[in-house]
């Protein structure tokens, strides 16, 4: 069985102008493993899509499991990472990041083990203190991300993660999502605008297409990556 299976995947909102087709009868399967970047145009359904696989929406038709189960609500298993993550101005780096983990009431020595472990792994052990509004906006996305991978979710969901960053910082990103995928094995669902960073970042492509929301094409890449 697939890891995701996105069966005959539908959404139509409700607006005041009448129903949007956002996307229609996608059907896809997702490996464990696989590093796939979303690439097509503003409007053409890939946050929809991402939020279906989230669960933070439901298919209008179709359905859309994990290992077989079907996917109804948001779960941590599944870590989402927006271009502007919201971080709690008034807790500090450290306390952001351990938020998730204290709600879910792991043990504060596994609390504390994962959490350093993962500020040093994004570089922010030094800011652990810091309020996350001190910090530059790279920073503050390396919080967003540090905060998801803490939770060693099975997939991590990317929904234009790097696309405001300048291009140092956001190839500095680049390199630590591809060197978890590699050393974590997570599974990766990236949406971006970029289309160098599609094509250099996974191993497939979706390009999706509009009117109504399609995946058009998908290309399989042969790994080509260097740091
Ligand atoms: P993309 O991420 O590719 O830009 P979206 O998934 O955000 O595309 O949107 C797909 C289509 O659905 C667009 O036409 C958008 O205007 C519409 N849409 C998205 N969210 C809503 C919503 N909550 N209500 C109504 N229409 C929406
Ligand atoms: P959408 O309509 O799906 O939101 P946009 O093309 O408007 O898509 O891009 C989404 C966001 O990403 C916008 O806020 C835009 O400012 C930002 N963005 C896209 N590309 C870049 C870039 N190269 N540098 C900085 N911001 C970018």
């Given at each position: ?28 399967q ?99 203190d810091?309020h ?9 996305q ?29 190839l ?11 050393e ?6 990236l949406i ?6 599609a ?22 890449l042969?790994?080509t990556?260097?740091?």
């Amino acid at each position: 069985p697939a890891f995701i299976d996105i069966n005959q995947v539908s959404v139509v909102y409700d607006s005041k102008k009448g129903p949007v087709t956002a996307i229609e009868q996608i059907d896809k399967q997702i490996n464990q493993g696989d590093f796939i970047c979303v690439l097509g145009p503003s409007g053409c359904g890939k946050s929809t899509l991402l939020k279906v696989i989230a669960g933070f929406i439901q298919p209008t038709k179709g359905t859309c499991q994990m290992e077989d189960k079907l996917i109804t609500q948001p779960s941590w298993e599944r870590g989402v990472v927006f271009q502007d993550s919201t971080l709690y101005p008034w807790m500090s780096v450290q306390e952001n990041i351990e938020y998730g983990l204290k709600m879910r009431q792991v043990n504060p020595t596994m609390i504390k083990e994962r959490t350093e472990s993962i500020l040093e792994q994004v570089g922010l052990l030094h800011v652990k203190d810091a309020h996350t509004f001190e910090l530059s906006g790279g920073m503050q996305q390396r919080v967003a991300v540090a905060r998801t991978l803490v939770n060693k979710p099975k997939m991590i969901l990317m929904d234009e993660p790097f696309g405001a960053l300048d291009a140092l910082t956001r190839l500095n990103m680049q390199g630590l999502t591809r060197d978890l995928w590699q050393e974590e094995k997570t599974t990766v669902f990236l949406i971006t605008h970029d289309i160098d960073e599609a094509m250099t970042l996974g191993n497939r492509v979706w390009v999706m297409s509009k009117n109504p929301g399609k995946i058009e094409k998908e290309y399989q890449l042969d790994y080509t990556y260097q740091a």
